[in-house]
């Protein structure tokens, strides 16, 4: 039998924004940090038990793996998994030091760090003295001291009365809690910009509700969902925040049918934007978060930036505005949206041949001019409204699209790359890039049953959904790979 889990005690550091505030400030943010902290645990199914002093915050949890939610909330800089021990002695201190670190120092070089936080305590203990006599103490079970690369620092901090000692710190993401910087409405589009945008100014202390507007159908929805979910799950502790799917189906209509394709974008944009603005309002909101980031893409070169803005007199926030491609892509790895969001990609059929990259505004606004914009708040009127925290996106999907079983006689297509497919694939499975799927399946035989799989069902079930608009019979595997490996087996099973 396992032996149970071991309680730890963690010590939470604020981050340092925090610690310079003036003192009603502080008091105001510390509240709030509280308050998302205990929202947190209870999220996670642990019991708040929480003290809090000038400087720290301690936590007691069930195990050292309960930790690692305190890393997602926003306003700690860093925490430690400590052991406490009364500072009444400095013999004490050295017992219990030895205890806890004389099996890590063995055979290592280590340095001793101790500090005082906060006010002194009645006890007269010099940090000094502890490091001397606790370095005394665990040099013959080490391999020597060496203050300036240590293989092991054995840490203790003096709060109070008592010293905490630890091995580490275990670093957070700074920043403020949520709550403490107002609320925007962040555009989301599911792809790797949006995600990590919505994400830096969450770590500002920003409360946000997401506008997605809707260009590639129900498949597309629930991608975005999907990694909405993980931003509202993982990182938005203290918060309820909610996703608002706008349909742009007459948007884009009124678009092909009544302006210039070159403009399509920068318009597009424009309309989004005017979209976030009337939720804005809705949400007493400050300000709109976009994704875009300087020369990425046509439409956010620096004219066609300055022409985007002018279509609100709302705040817009870029916090990604001269971030290159892969810092973006590595911090949507951080935060765990990359897998869905390289998935969930940029839905959009209007890229015309020749865009503007220069647009000017008075280009654009005749071009607008074309377009009837009470489609706009039409369309934001009948919007879907899906509260992140509270839904289970497995229980969505298309159910007329899904399959639990290969159909006799069906073509069985893998959307995955190469490497996946060869490592395992549904027997006599063809292999095609979604990419070239989409290019291809209009010349796909009309008398053919089509079953579609991929990683996790979402581009499949967007194949799928396109391929019946042009009359094939087509399906997909809800769940993807792993769906699809427990028919496996069951039809292995007998």
């Not at 936080?117 to 079970?141: D, H, M, Q, Y």
Request: glycine share 6%.
């Amino acid at each position: 039998m396992a032996d149970p889990p071991t309680p730890q005690l963690a010590l939470l550091r604020f981050s340092g924004e925090i610690g310079t505030k003036a003192r009603a400030t502080r008091s105001q943010f510390v509240q709030r940090l509280l308050a998302n902290l205990r929202n947190a645990l209870l999220a996670e199914n642990l019991e708040p038990r929480i003290r809090d002093t000038h400087n720290r915050i301690f936590v007691e949890l069930p195990d050292a793996a309960s930790a690692s939610v305190l890393t997602r909330i926003f306003g700690f800089q860093s925490i430690s998994l400590v052991e406490r021990c009364p500072a009444d002695s400095i013999e004490r201190l050295v017992d219990a030091g030895e205890e806890w670190f004389g099996n890590r120092v063995a055979g290592k070089r280590f340095a001793v760090r101790a500090r005082r936080v906060g006010e002194r305590s009645k006890i007269a203990l010099l940090p000094s003295e502890i490091e001397r006599e606790l370095g005394t103490r665990l040099l013959s079970r080490s391999a020597g001291v060496d203050l300036s690369n240590p293989e092991v620092t054995v840490s203790i901090e003096l709060i109070g009365d008592d010293a905490y000692f630890f091995p580490e710190r275990i670093a957070c993401h700074g920043g403020l809690p949520i709550g403490a910087s107002g609320r925007a409405i962040a555009l989301m589009s599911g792809g790797f910009d949006s995600a990590v945008a919505a994400w830096q100014l969450l770590r500002r202390g920003v409360r946000i509700d997401y506008a997605f507007c809707n260009l590639g159908g129900e498949t597309h929805q629930l991608g975005v969902l999907r990694v909405a979910k993980v931003l509202a799950d993982r990182w938005s502790y203290g918060d309820q925040p909610r996703l608002h799917a706008i349909d742009f189906a007459a948007l884009t209509d009124e678009l092909r049918a009544r302006t210039q394709a070159r403009y399509w974008q920068v318009l597009l944009k424009r309309l989004m934007v005017r979209a976030a603005e009337i939720l804005v309002r809705e949400r007493r909101a400050s300000a709109i978060i976009t994704g875009e980031a300087v020369g990425q893409v046509s439409s956010q070169t620096l004219p066609n930036l300055a022409v985007i803005s002018r279509a609100t007199n709302e705040t817009i926030l870029r916090p990604l505005v001269g971030a290159n491609k892969e810092e973006i892509i590595d911090t949507a790895r951080l935060i765990d949206t990359y897998d869905l969001s390289k998935i969930v990609g940029e839905y959009c059929a209007m890229v015309p041949t020749r865009p503007a990259t220069a647009a000017t505004l008075e280009a654009v606004e005749a071009e607008e001019a074309k377009i009837d914009l009470s489609i706009v708040e039409a369309a934001v009127a009948a919007r879907n409204i899906f509260k992140l925290r509270e839904l289970d996106v497995e229980t969505l999907g298309i159910p007329d699209l899904e399959v639990d079983r290969i159909p006799a006689g069906a073509t069985v297509i893998d959307l995955r790359t190469k490497p996946e497919y060869q490592n395992w694939h549904w027997p006599d499975a063809l292999r095609l890039d979604f990419g070239h799927a989409l290019k291809a399946y209009a010349n796909f035989d009309r008398n053919q049953t089509y079953v579609l799989y991929c990683e996790i069902g979402l581009k499949s079930a967007h194949l799928a959904e396109f391929m019946r608009k042009e009359g094939l019979r087509a399906f997909h595997i809800p769940g993807g790979l792993k769906t699809l490996q427990k028919m496996a087996a069951r039809s292995a099973s007998g």
